[in-house]
């Protein structure tokens, strides 16, 4: 699939011709540069364009500026119960990234498939779109739907406007499967991840006289102590469920600025920070704790000398965790299909929360290793391809 060219909707359904359809379908999505600063739209009429050919019904949905958008299709009867396939279509940029060969050139090597995007998670979505030939022809009692959303690399709210619309305009799924790369492991749980820009506002003097203001980057540093002093008491505690590496909630500081000169007390200075907190633990609590020191002590303390200082912190990104759900029909269903007998918990974060947050049992699997996703000639290998496949096949045959 490309902006000049639709794979034919009636490939061979041998095993080793969907598994060329699905990597055609993959070089077709791969060649559509969707980092999330930029529109999904060109991959999302292509997209357009092949269910057309195969006659599956869709809908569209855009985000508030219309420069990206969601496809939602069903394949079966349109009821409540069935089972949401659900994959990104945003990637994460290639600049600064020494590759070898082009980006969003499908390289086909030693059984892999390199490209920006090829498992994660375009790999997945590939495999999904590849079978829509054989799903139409399983005879589905139950709806298998696919959702192709955006921005999950940068806020995971893309598929919010979908998930809205469930049990209203949009069949209620018993299931979601979201395709991160696990290695076809079924993953029940995972941290949930929020990220702040931290703010302080101090006032200028000369670095002679500190008595005279109050030095944002002094009062920045000591809030960026205090986080990694909690951070520290967070792994001390642990991770009760043995299940999460690291066995921790926490806490990290990417990014600061601020000042203007060494002897200038400074203005401002501002500081990027995230927290991961295990699933029981709650997303505020690292904030919580901040702006408790905050008013405790760093406010009085900044304030001294200049009464019109101040800090504030500015929430970002809130991605929820997802939480174990033992026996729910995600999990039994996803078990069976990669047949498997335990879950396991993946560190990063996904869509899936968004879901289970709405009610939908959810669990994650797909195709790939995650060590593989974000970095220089990430790839696919073409064995989990033919296994995601595989998983595909059962998937019809159980809800037919």
Same mark, same amino acid.
């Given at each position: 699939?490309?902006?000049?060219?639709?794979p #034919? $909707?009636?490939?061979?359904?041998?095993?080793?011709?969907?598994?060329?359809?699905?990597?055609d379908?993959?070089?077709?999505l791969?060649?559509? +540069?969707?980092?999330?600063?930029? #529109?999904?739209?060109? /991959?999302?009429?292509?997209?357009e364009?092949?269910?057309?050919?195969?006659?599956v019904?869709?809908?569209?949905?855009a985000?508030?500026?219309?420069?990206?958008?969601?496809?939602f299709?069903?394949?079966? %009867?349109?009821v409540?119960?069935?089972? !949401?396939?659900?994959?990104?279509? *945003?990637?994460? %940029?290639?600049?600064?990234?020494?590759?070898?060969? *082009?980006?969003?050139?499908?390289?086909?090597?030693g059984?892999?498939?390199?490209?920006?995007?090829?498992?994660?998670?375009?790999?997945?979505?590939?495999?999904? &779109?590849?079978?829509?030939?054989?799903?139409?022809?399983? =005879?589905?009692?139950?709806?298998?739907?696919?959702l192709l959303?955006?921005d999950?690399?940068?806020?995971?709210?893309?598929?919010?406007?979908?998930?809205?619309?469930?049990?209203? +305009?949009?069949?209620?799924? $018993?299931?979601? &499967? @979201?395709g991160?790369?696990? &290695?076809?492991?079924?993953?029940?749980?995972? =941290?949930?991840?929020?990220?702040?820009?931290?703010?302080?506002?101090?006032?200028?003097?000369?670095?002679?006289?500190?008595?005279?203001?109050?030095?944002? !980057?002094?009062?920045?540093?000591?809030?960026?102590?205090?986080?990694?002093?909690?951070?520290?008491?967070?792994?001390?505690?642990? *991770?009760?469920?043995?299940r999460?590496?690291?066995?921790? #909630?926490?806490?990290? !500081?990417? !990014?600061?600025?601020?000042?203007?000169?060494?002897?200038i /007390?400074? =203005?401002?200075?501002?500081?990027?920070?995230?927290?991961?907190?295990?699933?029981?633990?709650?997303?505020?609590? $690292?904030l919580?704790?901040?702006?408790?020191?905050?008013?405790r002590?760093?406010?009085? =303390?900044?304030?001294?000398?200049a009464k *019109? $200082?101040?800090?504030?912190?500015?929430?970002?990104?809130?991605?929820?965790?997802?939480?174990p759900?033992?026996? #729910?029909?995600?999990?039994?269903?996803?078990?069976?299909?990669?047949?498997?007998?335990?879950?396991?918990?993946?560190?990063?974060?996904?869509?899936?929360?968004?879901?289970?947050?709405?009610?939908?049992?959810?669990? @994650?699997v797909?195709?790939?290793?995650?060590?593989?996703?974000?970095?220089?000639?990430?790839?696919i290998e073409?064995?989990?391809?033919?296994?995601?496949?595989?998983?595909?096949?059962?998937?019809?045959?159980?809800?037919?």
């Amino acid at each position: 699939m490309s902006s000049t060219h639709t794979p #034919s $909707a009636h490939t061979s359904n041998a095993p080793d011709g969907r598994l060329e359809a699905a990597i055609d379908m993959l070089a077709g999505l791969v060649g559509f +540069d969707t980092e999330s600063s930029k #529109s999904n739209l060109a /991959l999302v009429a292509s997209v357009e364009a092949y269910l057309t050919a195969c006659g599956v019904d869709y809908v569209k949905i855009a985000n508030e500026t219309g420069d990206k958008a969601a496809l939602f299709l069903t394949i079966g %009867p349109k009821v409540d119960g069935g089972v !949401v396939l659900s994959g990104h279509t *945003d990637v994460v %940029p290639v600049e600064g990234q020494n590759w070898t060969s *082009d980006p969003f050139t499908l390289r086909r090597e030693g059984g892999r498939l390199f490209a920006r995007g090829a498992c994660d998670m375009k790999g997945f979505d590939s495999i999904c &779109l590849a079978m829509i030939p054989e799903f139409q022809k399983a =005879k589905l009692s139950r709806p298998i739907h696919i959702l192709l959303s955006y921005d999950e690399e940068t806020t995971c709210r893309g598929p919010l406007d979908t998930i809205a619309r469930f049990g209203v +305009d949009l069949p209620r799924p $018993a299931a979601v &499967l @979201v395709g991160e790369p696990t &290695l076809m492991q079924v993953a029940d749980a995972h =941290k949930a991840v929020v990220t702040y820009r931290t703010t302080v506002h101090g006032h200028e003097a000369h670095s002679s006289k500190p008595y005279l203001g109050a030095n944002a !980057v002094e009062a920045a540093c000591d809030l960026v102590c205090e986080l990694y002093r909690f951070g520290a008491a967070l792994a001390l505690q642990g *991770d009760p469920s043995g299940r999460f590496d690291p066995p921790a #909630s926490t806490i990290e !500081v990417g !990014v600061i600025h601020g000042g203007s000169a060494r002897n200038i /007390l400074a =203005k401002q200075c501002a500081f990027d920070w995230e927290f991961r907190s295990l699933p029981h633990v709650p997303q505020n609590l $690292a904030l919580a704790h901040l702006e408790s020191y905050i008013a405790r002590v760093a406010l009085p =303390k900044l304030t001294r000398y200049a009464k *019109d $200082a101040y800090i504030e912190t500015v929430s970002e990104v809130e991605v929820p965790g997802l939480r174990p759900e033992p026996g #729910s029909q995600a999990e039994s269903l996803a078990l069976k299909l990669a047949r498997s007998n335990h879950t396991i918990s993946v560190p990063f974060a996904s869509e899936a929360g968004q879901f289970q947050a709405a009610g939908a049992p959810t669990v @994650v699997v797909g195709p790939g290793s995650i060590d593989q996703a974000h970095q220089p000639d990430e790839y696919i290998e073409i064995a989990q391809m033919e296994a995601g496949i595989a998983f595909m096949r059962r998937l019809a045959a159980e809800m037919s």
